[in-house]
Structures are given as structure tokens and as C-alpha cells.
């Protein structure tokens, strides 16, 4: 696309997840399992997984975020939750993206998360 070209109004930054897969509560459950070694609450609950779409060829497409820009784990997380997904019968190929947009607030953590940090 031209650079002068504005983006199209309506279009969705991320793209929803697969939550009638078959395979998708088995994929939560290992998102779960990963943790962001600074923090005592895994990267689902922490609101860090944006999206779960899961191909009908069981090809899983993350789209997550960090806490912040300067993550020290930024450049591993990603190879964290793939290897955490991985292993799941069924599953073909991950592929994991880091995005910044929506830019990642503590509004987006699980009530557990928001428990367990004492924030509630």
C-alpha cells in the first residue's frame, strides 16, 4: 500500500480468536503455563495473549504483547510460548507476533491476575 494511502476505517488490529476450535482450550491452557520471569502471573491472565487464531489445518497464529516496550525477555517470550504450544497433538505450526497496538494496559489482566498481584 502507497504511503499516502490512509488504512482502512473498520479494519480490526487484531483479528479474533479461534474460540470454537477444538484444539483452543488446550492452547489457553498452555499459554498459561508460560510466565514473564518479573512477574508471578502467567502471560494469558496477564491480558499479554491478544489473540488465538487457529487455522482449520491446526496452524496456531499468536498475536500477544509485553508489559513493555523494554521487556528484557522481549527477544524469548515469543520462542517461550511457541514451545509451550507446540507440543499439543493436533497442533501443525505456531507462529508468534509481538504487537504494540493496542498498546498493553493492566485493565487487560484476568480478575486472578489482578488477585494474585494484590490488586484487588
Not at 483452543?24 to 502471573?41: G, K, L
Not at 493436533?90 to 504494540?100: A, L, N, R
Request: charged share 20%; with cysteine; proline share 13%.
Amino acid at each position: 500500500m502507497p504511503e499516502d494511502t490512509p488504512p482502512l476505517e473498520g479494519t480490526p488490529l487484531i483479528q479474533p480468536s479461534s474460540t470454537d476450535h477444538p484444539l483452543y482450550e488446550q492452547i489457553v491452557e498452555a499459554c498459561r503455563t508460560v510466565y514473564d520471569p518479573e512477574i508471578p502471573v502467567n502471560i494469558y491472565d496477564l491480558g499479554l495473549v491478544y489473540t488465538l487464531a487457529i487455522s482449520p489445518e491446526n496452524e496456531v497464529n499468536v498475536i500477544m504483547s509485553l508489559t513493555a516496550p523494554g521487556c528484557p525477555v522481549a527477544g524469548e517470550m515469543p520462542g517461550w510460548l511457541a514451545d509451550a504450544i507446540e507440543p499439543i497433538p493436533g497442533v501443525k505450526q505456531v507462529d508468534v507476533e509481538i504487537t504494540w497496538e493496542p498498546p498493553w494496559g493492566m485493565e487487560m489482566m484476568s480478575d486472578e491476575a489482578r488477585l494474585e498481584l494484590g490488586f484487588m
